[in-house]
């Protein structure tokens, strides 16, 4: 069974940085994606970035592009998104996610596995 584990909630001021991690367990997650959406009061939930456990490839949505960034940690079976020049609207639940298929999708749907959340909150 694949578990899926965020951290790194917290309350930052606007231009902060912030770090959080997603522990994955229960497979091999080689062939896996991996994927950071966000979720506000209100709004649906939308894809911040993904990437390719194999080979590390990844993708952003544009409106965090050049200031976060994900990378995975073989060895910990640990996804990361460092959150840097953070504004207030990133204020959201992110959750981590994987997806089975090795092409990286912005569709929430398309992937099978989440995390609980993490609540980010940014003040201005």
């Known amino acids: 069974q694949v578990q899926l584990v965020e951290s790194g909630e917290g309350l930052v001021q606007a231009g902060g940085s912030l770090r959080l991690s997603c522990a994955a367990s229960g497979r091999t997650f080689s062939n896996y994606v991996m994927g950071w959406f966000r979720q506000a009061p209100g709004k649906e939930r939308e894809f911040v970035a993904g990437?390719?456990?194999?080979?590390?490839?990844?993708h952003y949505a544009d409106s965090v592009k050049g200031r976060f960034t994900i990378s995975r940690d073989n060895a910990k079976n640990t996804v990361y998104l460092q959150m840097n020049s953070l504004k207030p609207e990133d204020s959201a639940v992110y959750y981590c996610?994987?997806?089975?298929?090795?092409?990286?999708?912005?569709?929430?749907?398309?992937?099978?596995?989440w995390g609980q959340g993490t609540q980010v909150t940014v003040s201005s």
């Open positions: 996610a994987a997806k089975t298929t090795d092409y990286i999708s912005d569709r929430p749907q398309a992937y099978d596995y």
């Open positions: 990437i390719r456990w194999s080979g590390g490839r990844t």
